[in-house]
């Protein structure tokens, strides 16, 4: 029927890194934080023309705590920080983070007294997408890259380190 | 149309209105701020103009008086329009609230309040709209240092 009559009761060798590498990058389940315009290009992103379900990351959590990866689309001002840094923290790990657009990575051109000039300021960020906003493909490309750094890490490593004050970086 | 409206404003208060002017077809009133209640409600009852469309200022810094309060207003009924100026000094930045005429006045002045720092005397709610709780100063006034920051959370390095 399957695979399996093919090879019977035979096993499979790999280092548990790949393995659970493998499944993690392939389901990267995320959570949208849309605040701007960028949202209309990851709409674009998410639709049938270039279907981000070809990479497993179709499937938007509207709950922090069952997603995998940050979308952060659009400008973040100050106003707005506390919330994005306590979205962060409700997501459980392993947790990554993708700054969609030229706002949410240095603030674009709102060079003024409201703007978060990059939400790297709140919040640790592992993948940067340029553009104002990007083209879909610059988030394909993003999200390939986020799949890339995934299958390098380890499960032994604790990805955030905790401060011995308590607080996360 | 356009002499009509100037004139009549004019005539009714002739010691409070400091320049009249029609460019292109807008008609401008510049008035002393001690009249614009007046002068707002005149506008509303007599000459029908029923709609409130916009309150804002600006920041003329170095000039004194330093602020000017503009007042959009447009007629529904007979579809025609009306700038108010009211030159307002730092000294005493003070206007009476044009929100007991108009309820849409409400969000308008707290969003000069927010930005500029203008009061407004009878206003049933004065706070920020904006910007957040303890936010110190008004943002968009001249002397507002441009890179001026006040986060609510402390800044990762």
Known sequence: ?????LFGHSYLTTRLDEAVNWSRK???????????????????????TYDIARFGAEYPRFSPRQADVLFVVGTVNEKLAPVLKRVYDQMCEPKWVVSFGVCATSGGFYDNYAT???IDKIIPVDIYIPGCPPRPEAVLDALMKLQAKISKESVLDRKYKWPSDGHRP | MTTYLLETIKTKFPAAVLAASSFRGDETVVIKKEALKET???????LGFDFLMDLTAADYLPREPRFELVCHFYSTKHNYRLRLKCPVGADDPTVDSLTPLWA???????????????????????????????????PLRKDYP?????????HRD
């Open chain 1, 1 to 5: 029927m399957g695979l399996e009559t």
């Open chain 1, 116 to 118: 978060v000039q990059g």
């Open chain 2, 104 to 138: 849409g006045a409400n969000w308008f002045e707290r969003e000069v309040y927010d930005m500029f720092g203008l009061k407004f005397a009878g206003h049933p709610d004065l706070r920020r709209i904006l910007m957040y709780d303890g936010f110190e100063g008004h």
């Open chain 2, 40 to 46: 707002a409600a005149f506008l509303r009852d007599e």
């Open chain 1, 26 to 48: 392939y389901s990267l389940f995320n959570y949208p934080f849309v605040t701007a315009c960028c949202g209309m290009e990851f709409m674009s992103t998410f639709a049938s």
């Open chain 2, 146 to 154: 441009l890179k001026k920051r006040q986060p609510r959370i402390p």
